[in-house]
């Protein structure tokens, strides 16, 4: 066992222990960052951050959730990475390259271009992404994007009225998603978008940066919105833009809570 280092931070939130095995070799298999993410005995968090060399951008970036499964994208620990580097940087994960810039109390992030084909999602079987033809109860005709991650969005009038805890789960695991799913319920009123998530291994967060991605350009293209868009979470706030045929830039803070040690 060897004690290792690693920073909390959190984006609206949205909470993540950073792990820089730059520094020293980081091992961590997937019970571990189970038990690591457990608040009342490990850490606590929503994702576990491993940062590396890479020989393409300035940081590799590896990211699992608190279930242990790795993903390809997070946005909300993107901003916090970029702040942890203090300085503009590229950094690369599973979902490609992204270019985060240091503004003054945020960071902007280019998120990369959205997918809307049903087998990029993915989804089980061939169906329109825009308007599909499945519902879970009050959450009708959804829509899906991919932004590295999978997420399905469902416009409904109050996101706050869904009783996510019962489901967010049934819906991560509906077999129409082969990679499981994150959950995306949203209304929109003003050019503003009121959002809740249930995270994909990891249950309702207090706001996913990916998740605000998606829903943006998921109400952009039903013309619900146009960008720049306000994306209010349980957490705080994110400004999204993005235009048909471009890459999505999603603006927001960051956050330090504590550095600590651990026993690997
Ligand atoms: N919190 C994240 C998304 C983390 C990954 C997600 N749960 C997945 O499984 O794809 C964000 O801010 O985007």
Not at 208 to 237: D, E, F, N, Q, W
């Amino acid at each position: 066992m060897t004690a290792t280092a690693f920073t909390k931070m959190h984006g609206l939130g949205n909470d993540f222990a950073i792990f820089d095995a730059r520094v020293a070799p980081v091992h961590l298999h997937e019970a571990q960052v189970r038990a690591l993410a457990d608040r009342q005995r490990g850490i606590g968090f929503d994702q576990l951050i491993l940062l590396g060399q890479s020989d393409k951008a300035d940081v590799h970036m590896r990211i699992f959730n608190a279930n242990g499964g790795e993903v390809e994208a997070c946005g909300n620990a993107t901003r916090c990475v970029i702040a942890l580097l203090g300085k503009d940087a590229v950094i690369e994960t599973r979902a490609g390259l992204l270019k985060g810039e240091l503004l003054d109390d945020t960071v902007r992030i280019d998120m990369g271009e959205p997918r809307f084909d049903w087998d990029a999602i993915p989804l089980a079987q061939p169906m329109d992404t825009m308007d599909m033809p499945v519902g879970w109860e009050m959450l009708e005709r959804p829509m899906a994007v991919n932004i590295g991650n999978p997420h399905v969005i469902a416009f409904v009038d109050d996101p706050y009225a869904v009783d996510m805890a019962r489901l967010g789960p049934q819906i991560e695991t509906d077999p129409l998603f082969p990679e499981g799913v994150n959950v995306n319920v949203a209304s929109v009123s003003d050019n503003a978008i009121t959002l809740r998530v249930w995270e994909r291994g990891a249950g309702l967060t207090e706001a996913c940066g990916t998740g605000a991605c998606a829903t943006a350009v998921a109400a952009i293209r039903r013309k619900l919105v146009s960008g720049p868009v306000a994306v209010h979470l349980p957490g705080g706030k994110l400004t999204i833009d993005w235009q048909p045929g471009g890459t999505i830039s999603m603006t927001g803070p960051f956050a330090s809570a504590f550095t600590g040690e651990v026993e690997l």
